[in-house]
């Protein structure tokens, strides 16, 4: 642990904790600062607005990042006959219904993402618990409860990322590698911008973007100015 500490105090002394970058700024020193021997992924916090607690400001959704995210999700499609037939032709990694449900039960999560058919929910409703708390269950608001299983799959392997609001108000969402090119990380993050102030809710008072972060695997904080996009 001396070693990582000593690496991440001589990272911290590359950024300005006084000051919030423009975009591109923060997108170099992030690259600057990370000092991983693996390939380190780069993510984005927003601290935003919003009472978490109240119905009407429950921010949760997905999109497709322009870049992906430099990681291939691997794809368990929920359904029945020909829709089990479109989401194995679509690239998805497992396909079934109640032979994975019993796996799952017994402890089986070599998987990143699910994809259920509404017709499959009553069955994986019984996994909720197991799923829930791991952020793994399916739901319409991200795309993942439908009969579209070929858009939903195709998107996933895309580079589809989920953001949901947290207790504290806050979003954690990856926006690729460090080996990304710059510009490929700043449109991913501006991608992400623009999305959560397309959703920002009509409840929400005051300040909206109240504080925005990108960090990389282990790196310090950069914060952002979001006026920058």
Not at 25 to 36: G, M, R, S
Not at 136 to 141: D, F, T, W
Not at 160 to 175: F, L, M, Q, S
Not at 214 to 220: H, R
Request: overall charge positive; proline content about 4%; hydrophobic content about 40%.
């Amino acid at each position: 642990m001396a070693k990582k500490s000593k690496k991440y105090a001589e990272a911290v002394k590359l950024v300005d904790k006084t000051k919030a970058y423009t975009a591109v700024e923060a997108i170099e020193l992030v690259k600057k600062t990370n000092f991983t021997k693996f390939d380190a992924t780069v993510e984005v916090a927003f601290r935003l607005g919003v009472d978490p607690k109240k119905a009407d400001q429950q921010i949760r959704g997905a999109l497709v990042l322009p870049n992906g995210t430099g990681k291939t999700q691997r794809v368990l499609v929920f359904a029945k006959g020909e829709k089990a037939k479109e989401a194995e032709a679509a690239g998805a990694d497992y396909v079934g219904d109640t032979d994975y449900i019993a796996q799952i039960q017994k402890g089986w999560f070599e998987f990143d993402v699910i994809v259920a058919t509404p017709d499959m929910m009553g069955e994986v409703g019984k996994l909720g618990r197991v799923l829930g708390p791991k952020g793994l269950m399916p739901n319409p608001k991200t795309g993942t409860v439908t009969f579209d299983v070929t858009k939903a799959v195709n998107e996933i392997k895309a580079g589809k990322v989920e953001y949901r609001v947290d207790k504290a108000g806050n979003i954690h969402v990856p926006i690729g590698k460090v080996s990304f090119e710059d510009n490929k990380l700043v449109e991913n993050f501006a991608a992400i911008n623009e999305t959560l102030l397309k959703v920002k809710p009509a409840a929400a008072k005051g300040t909206y973007m109240k504080n925005v972060t990108v960090t990389s695997t282990m790196g310090p904080g950069i914060k952002v100015d979001p006026s920058t996009f």
